[in-house]
Structure formats: C-alpha cells, structure tokens
C-alpha cells in the first residue's frame, strides 16, 4: 500500500510500505477514507519529537472497516467508522476511570508510571513515535486498528468524512481544553494560537457558554478565519501587547480561562532560542509565561499544546501568588466523543469549515510543507488516500 513515512527531521515521503495484517483477534483493518495532518505530526518532522526509524504517520483518520479479527462483536465488514487518536485497551485502571490516554496496555515497550523524556511514557497514539507505542498511523491507504470494539465509534451515512474525522483528534482536544476549565457561563476566553486546535477550542468555548473569546495568533491569515468561522475578538502580539491588551478587556483583572494551544514550538526570537540551546530545552514555554500573565487571579490555564522537555525558570512564583489551576494532557477522546458526535448530528457545531486544502495521499509531502511553512494561508490540510 501507499502510506506517509517518516524517515528522518525534515523528511517524509509516499512510499509503497506492506499492508497491514491482522496481529490479534481484537484487531480490525480499516480502509482509510480521509486522514488529516495535525500539528503535532509537525513534531515529529521538525525532530522537536524524537524519532529513530521510518514511521508511518496519522493519528486523525476515518474510513470502511476492511477485515475483522475473530475476537470483534462491535464491527463488522463495511462499517464506517472514525478513531480516536489514543489507543486504549478498555480494561485497566485508566481506562475504566476516564483516563483512556494513560491505558496501561497498549504502549507495550514504553509504558511506566514515571513519565520521563526517554521512556515511562502514557498510553499508545497513533503513528506518534516509538516511545508511545510505535504503531503505524492513518496517512496510509489501510491501517490495523487495535482494541477495535474500545474506540472507533459507527458513523451515519449521512454524514460526510469532512464533518465527522476532526472527531479523531483536534475536536475532543479543544473540547478538553473548555472543560477542563469547567465553565459556568459568561466567562472570558482567551486562546493563545488560532491554528486548529485552537479554532476548534473557540467553538468547544461558544458551546459551553462562554460570554467572551479571544483568539491570540502571530498570524493575520489564521485570526481572519477564526473570526469568519467562530465569531471571535482577535489580537495579533506583533500589533498589541496581548497581556495588556486582555486586561484591558477584562477590567484589568485578566482572562478567567487561558488555552495554550500552541506548544513548545511557537514564533520565537534569536534570545529565546540562545536560551533554550544554553538550558537543554526542546522549543519554549513562551506560550504559558504569557498564559500564565494574562489569565485572572483564580483563573484556569489549560494546556493542549505539546511539550517535550524541563524548562527552566518556570513561574511557579507567579502560579501560586495568582492562585491558577492549570490542567493540561492529551485528550480524553472516548469521555467526548459520543456526545460530540451528537453535536455534529444536531447541526450545532460545524468542524470542516476550518479546511483549506484537500490533497490525494500522494501530495502528502507538499501538503506537509505548506502547513509547515504556513503557505497558500493554509490552515488544515485533509488527504485522501484513494483519489
């Protein structure tokens, strides 16, 4: 088959790679329909993410179920279904307490309690490096599913893949994000990064009652979607001093909820990356300094952006004078995703109106490069594996 592989930092090809098999009873082969590439795949291709072999990469794809080990009740040849991005056994601790990206059985090398840089990590992800599994992704014309009557979830005909695969990943994920922050209505909202993820926490924000978004992104492209699509305020920190600038908004006091939906790769100056080369730091935490300032005494940081590494001079002094609660970890899918789904069936959200650029699977290396470089003013890119 066809798949995405990542050979090296800044190097990923289509290749012709083997099929996928059946490797336990409880597996099923999917025929990828659409796959999508995430910022977090960006990780990986930057080398901010190690990894040390060829992978084929993909944690946000759906599609038709292809075959079907003999241990699945759930699936059955011909069902259209979308994954979850974590991959959970169902059974163990985390995964009975609604913690299903900590499951304790599907990161079979690299599982631990410890959390540590190079091993000890949480559950399996989809196509996300060795350390959290090393199972191959969805950017691939089939994919082995694992746990099949755990995660992938059945959905209508009706719909079409555009408006159900952000399900997979980005959706939940800016969910989390909102509800983390528990939110009892008419709150300000700021969202630092107007990228997907982003985009997607300003609609899970509107959802959940809140009375005031802010999208924050170095980029006039990304801030004009968010406010065609969301219906959001938007500053630009090239333009204002966002910290400032939100409160003023907010009668000095700062944002109730501040979302880092950026991660440890944001726009950074020569200084900054000096000082992350002197401290052994992998990117910045640039983004949650300015999280931290802007957001309220008593307020909520919530973190979906990745990072991979200690950094140094983290204001602990400032999170405990401001009193901040901060939450912050990989998304958990399978608490959301039935009653997401439900919001896309009711029509009161729209996901797919953050696309703009649909390619076959064979472009996937051009689609790569501009989300990458931010070219062609791209703000989600979809591959179609059988175009």
């Excluded at 992800?125 to 082995?144: F, I, N, P």
């Excluded at 979830?153 to 989390?176: A, C, H, K, M, Y």
């Excluded at 992104?217 to 090239?238: C, G, Q, S």
């Excluded at 009711?346 to 650029?357: A, G």
Aim: glycine share 10%; charged share 25%.
């Amino acid at each position: 088959m066809k798949a995405a592989v990542f050979h090296k930092p800044g190097d990923i090809s289509v290749d012709t790679v083997e099929d996928p098999k059946i490797q336990h009873p409880n597996d099923v082969i999917l025929k990828v329909t659409s796959t999508a590439i995430c910022g977090s795949d960006l990780h990986i291709l930057s080398g901010g993410v190690p990894q040390p072999k060829d992978l084929v990469l993909g944690h946000e794809f759906m599609g038709i179920v292809e075959e079907v080990g003999a241990g699945v009740t759930k699936l059955k040849k011909g069902d259209r279904v979308v994954v979850p991005f974590p991959i959970s056994c169902g059974h163990c601790f985390f995964c009975t307490h609604g913690a299903s990206p900590h499951c304790e059985n599907s990161n079979y090398e690299h599982y631990g309690p410890d959390g540590d840089l190079t091993d000890k990590k949480g559950g399996a992800l989809y196509g996300y490096t060795d350390l959290y599994g090393g199972y191959s992704g969805g950017q691939a014309e089939y994919v082995r599913v694992p746990y099949a009557d755990i995660s992938p979830r059945i959905v209508p005909d009706n719909l079409t893949d555009e408006q159900v695969l952000f399900l997979t990943d980005i959706f939940p994920t800016g969910w989390s994000a909102i509800d983390w922050a528990q939110l009892k209505g008419g709150e300000t909202v700021a969202i630092f990064g107007s990228g997907p993820v982003g985009m997607m926490a300003q609609k899970a924000a509107w959802l959940n009652g809140a009375g005031r978004v802010i999208a924050i992104d170095v980029l006039d492209y990304r801030l004009e979607k968010a406010k065609a699509v969301n219906h959001v305020e938007t500053l630009n920190p090239h333009k204002v001093d966002v910290v400032e600038a939100i409160r003023q908004m907010t009668g000095g006091r700062g944002a109730d909820v501040c979302v880092d939906a950026v991660g440890f790769e944001p726009e950074r100056g020569v200084m900054d990356k000096i000082k992350s080369a002197v401290n052994f730091e992998v990117g910045s935490m640039k983004i949650l300094d300015l999280c931290f300032e802007s957001v309220r005494r008593s307020g909520t940081v919530s973190i979906v952006g990745v990072y991979g590494s200690p950094y140094d001079n983290f204001p602990m002094f400032r999170i405990f004078d401001k009193g901040i609660t901060i939450k912050q970890g990989q998304a958990p899918v399978l608490n959301y995703i039935d009653h997401l789904i439900d919001l896309v069936k009711e029509e009161k959200v729209v996901l797919d109106d953050i696309i703009s650029h649909t390619l076959p699977l064979s472009e996937a290396a051009k689609g790569y490069e501009m989300f990458q470089k931010k070219q062609d003013d791209c703000t989600k890119v979809v591959l179609k594996p059988w175009s």
